[in-house]
């Protein structure tokens, strides 16, 4: 099983930018963010595959940036225009065969705190 570790989580204003980063330990088929808020079940974010096709949650899209670097075994979330319902602690996650969000097989790191204040 590949082990994910993220960084670049922390506290920030709403409106603002922030950038989620995350390594692998392998080669993944795709990989993706998902979230928890506070009081609320873990949900898909955005998803990638080795070919860069993206999946986006409605509730980011066009805010939210995924992109990997295969090579390196990396992932990447921009997220612009941050909204305080934006908090949440952000997973890195991984699947071997698909990219739906909604789906099983997924992995995830150990997660990142986002609290995102007005």
């Known amino acids: 099983q590949v082990q994910l570790v993220e960084s670049g989580g922390g506290s920030v204003q709403a409106g603002r930018s922030l950038t989620l980063s995350c390594a692998a330990s392998?080669?993944?088929?795709?990989m993706g963010w998902f979230r928890q808020g506070p009081g609320q079940d873990r949900v898909g974010v955005a998803s990638?595959?080795?070919?860069?096709?993206?999946t986006y949650a409605p509730s980011v899209k066009g805010r939210f940036t995924i992109s990997r670097n295969n090579a390196q075994n990396t992932l990447s979330l921009r997220m612009d225009s941050l909204k305080p319902e934006d908090t949440a602690v952000y997973y890195c996650?991984?699947?071997?065969?698909?990219?739906?969000?909604?789906?099983?097989?997924?992995?995830w790191g150990q997660g990142t705190q986002v609290p995102v204040s007005s």
């Open positions: 990638i595959d080795r070919i860069g096709r993206t």
């Open positions: 996650a991984a699947n071997p065969i698909y990219c739906a969000l909604s789906g099983s097989d997924w992995s």
């Open positions: 392998g080669y993944t088929i795709c």
